[in-house]
């Protein structure tokens, strides 16, 4: 873009093009209007609403009794204290759900702003992820009154492991939703594809059944499903939180064992898990910086 310098007959060129360097740069000097848009998605969601923030609670307790219903009644999934398995796989799957769908269609959504004013437009996709971030800890409400509920008693050496493993989480969701939206200005129906390859993913991540029900399975399947990173967060979360290994039921009279979460590991298992998984994370997330940057000068011309 040129510009006609106010103090000479001369023109400037202005790259619309930034450095990584800068973008993580601006992002910091911007930080107040991403906490401001964070708070604007809050209060437009809720708006004119009666319950509120207990909207996001329900959510995670209309799962709890439904699952709890289907799987531990109806189908005897011989899971001891299923609330608390759920719980600890669902709130980190509502995170990274709304987180990534949320930021696909934050470019999108914010069209008028684009317009009007110069700000990062990395803010956008990233405002939906720290709102899904605000519903999860609102959601944890809910694990917190199951625990006290059922009298259950985590694994405190493992409980260091939620803030990394949370990090981890918001680093991977971020960097899909700002790819994600990066294309949906372009290709509108991202968005439509994404509801499919969630459900998809859903069901590819132990939040409703044991890790170890695909895991123990030989063939190509389990090294695939290995691959999923989310599925190493959910596990870290249920090793803290549910605190088993193996779950021992009676069934008519007879013992029942089902395994849930890999035998004879330790911390460090699950460090190392997340470390990998992290560092993609970030790679992932640097990745998507560029791209975004590559084709963010024209949204305004898209929208």
């Not at 290709?187 to 998809?200: F, M």
């Not at 190493?232 to 395994?259: C, E």
């Amino acid at each position: 873009m040129s510009v006609q310098d106010p103090d000479s007959k001369t023109l400037r060129v202005i790259s619309t093009r930034r450095d990584l360097r800068t973008r993580f740069a601006d992002l910091w000097r911007y930080r107040e209007l991403l906490v401001g848009l964070v708070r604007t998605e809050l209060k437009v969601k809720y708006k004119n609403s009666t319950l509120g923030f207990v909207w996001s609670m329900l959510n995670p307790a209309l799962y709890l009794v439904v699952y709890y219903v289907v799987f531990q009644i109806i189908l005897g999934s011989g899971i001891p204290n299923f609330p608390i398995f759920l719980l600890s796989g669902l709130l980190v799957w509502n995170l990274f759900f709304a987180g990534v769908a949320g930021a696909t269609g934050s470019v999108v959504g914010g069209g008028a702003l684009i317009k009007k004013i110069y700000f990062p437009r990395e803010i956008l996709p990233l405002a939906s992820v720290g709102a899904a971030l605000t519903h999860f800890f609102f959601q944890s409400i809910v694990l917190f009154l199951a625990l006290i509920l059922f009298q259950y008693s985590v694994a405190w050496e493992y409980m260091p492991l939620i803030i990394p493993a949370l990090l981890i989480l918001l680093v991977l969701a971020a960097a899909l939703g700002l790819f994600l939206s990066a294309t949906n200005v372009y290709l509108r129906d991202t968005s439509h594809l994404l509801e499919l390859v969630l459900l998809a993913w859903f069901w590819m991540t132990p939040i409703v059944y044991p890790f170890r029900l695909v895991s123990d399975r030989g063939g190509l399947l389990p090294k695939l499903y290995m691959l999923n990173p989310v599925v190493w967060i959910v596990i870290t979360f249920q090793r803290a939180i549910y605190n088993r290994v193996d779950a021992v039921v009676k069934v008519n009279g007879k013992v029942q064992v089902t395994h849930i979460l890999p035998a004879d590991v330790g911390f460090w298992y699950y460090a190392g898990h997340l470390a990998i998984v992290g560092a993609i994370a970030a790679i992932l997330f640097i990745l998507a910086m560029q791209f975004f940057g590559r084709v963010d000068g024209n949204f305004a011309e898209e929208l």
